[in-house]
């Protein structure tokens, strides 16, 4: 009996109960994608018949092509956070746009419900409905894993303040003033994360008080980028 190449698992004894235990042993409610299961001889085609039948018992729903969950509600449909949490561990994102500032208290007005949802995303993707959400992906600047979560946020929101639905770009910037007085946020990791931007987050910046205007004009690594203090180091 062949194993999965993909994964290495070995299969169980029989391939229905393989497959059907594979997909039991799921969390009810995580999405996962055809290739993490293991099947034997007889390949995909057999596994997909599978899947078929458990579907139409109502054990396992669609999302798209390849890729399923076990269903955690009596309507048999993922919810937006199941789905948002799996695209961002597929694509190794993070939840960004109006939504996430709202969530995070970056901006005091949510987004309406008709808005797509953002992930950022390392590498280009093709936005539209995915599970019958409306999604939105865009270019990932930094990453949470390398900054503090709220401050990659927040130069995002920064980023999107001339652009955000139903909030004025006045009132966008006073809101993301308050945030920085409230976390704290230092200058120096407040410009490490900001070189990632495109220059008009460090023109934002400056506008709210948050930099000094050198740090907008100058070039990085010469000018007011070489003052010892704040210690930069545009690598991290």
């Given at each position: 009996?062949?194993?999965?190449p993909?994964t290495?698992?070995?299969?169980?004894?029989?391939l229905?109960?393989?497959?059907?235990?594979?997909?039991?042993?799921?969390?009810?409610?995580?999405?996962?994608?055809?290739?993490?299961?293991?099947?034997?001889d007889?390949?995909?085609?057999?596994?997909?018949?599978r899947?078929?039948?458990?579907?139409?018992?109502?054990?396992v729903?669609?999302?798209?092509?390849?890729?399923?969950?076990?269903?955690?509600?009596?309507?048999?449909?993922?919810?937006?956070?199941?789905?948002?949490?799996?695209?961002?561990?597929?694509?190794?994102?993070?939840?960004?746009?109006?939504?996430?500032?709202?969530?995070?208290?970056?901006?005091?007005?949510?987004?309406p419900?008709?808005?797509?949802?953002?992930?950022?995303?390392?590498?280009?993707?093709?936005?539209?409905?995915?599970?019958?959400?409306?999604?939105r992906?865009?270019?990932?600047?930094?990453?949470?894993?390398?900054?503090?979560?709220?401050?990659?946020?927040?130069?995002?929101?920064?980023?999107?303040?001339?652009?955000?639905?139903?909030?004025?770009?006045?009132?966008?910037?006073?809101?993301?003033k308050?945030?920085?007085?409230s976390?704290g946020?230092?200058?120096?990791?407040?410009?490490?994360?900001?070189?990632?931007?495109?220059?008009?987050?460090?023109?934002?910046?400056?506008?709210i008080g948050?930099?000094?205007l050198?740090?907008?004009?100058?070039?990085p690594?010469?000018g007011?980028w070489?003052?010892?203090?704040?210690g930069?180091?545009?690598?991290?």
């Amino acid at each position: 009996m062949a194993n999965n190449p993909n994964t290495g698992k070995k299969p169980k004894d029989g391939l229905a109960v393989s497959v059907e235990d594979q997909v039991r042993s799921q969390k009810k409610g995580r999405i996962f994608a055809l290739r993490e299961l293991s099947w034997n001889d007889k390949g995909v085609e057999e596994v997909s018949f599978r899947l078929r039948r458990m579907r139409t018992e109502g054990e396992v729903s669609k999302i798209r092509k390849g890729e399923f969950f076990v269903p955690s509600s009596p309507d048999g449909k993922a919810s937006r956070e199941e789905v948002v949490s799996y695209l961002c561990r597929k694509l190794g994102g993070y939840l960004s746009g109006p939504l996430a500032y709202h969530k995070a208290g970056i901006i005091h007005v949510p987004p309406p419900p008709s808005h797509p949802v953002t992930i950022a995303v390392r590498k280009s993707c093709r936005s539209g409905e995915i599970a019958g959400i409306q999604f939105r992906f865009v270019r990932q600047y930094a990453s949470p894993r390398g900054f503090p979560s709220g401050l990659v946020l927040l130069l995002d929101t920064l980023k999107d303040a001339d652009s955000l639905p139903g909030l004025p770009y006045l009132d966008a910037l006073d809101d993301c003033k308050d945030f920085i007085v409230s976390k704290g946020y230092s200058q120096e990791d407040i410009l490490r994360c900001a070189l990632r931007y495109p220059p008009r987050v460090r023109r934002r910046l400056h506008e709210i008080g948050a930099i000094p205007l050198e740090y907008v004009t100058d070039v990085p690594g010469k000018g007011a980028w070489r003052k010892e203090e704040y210690g930069l180091n545009t690598k991290a």
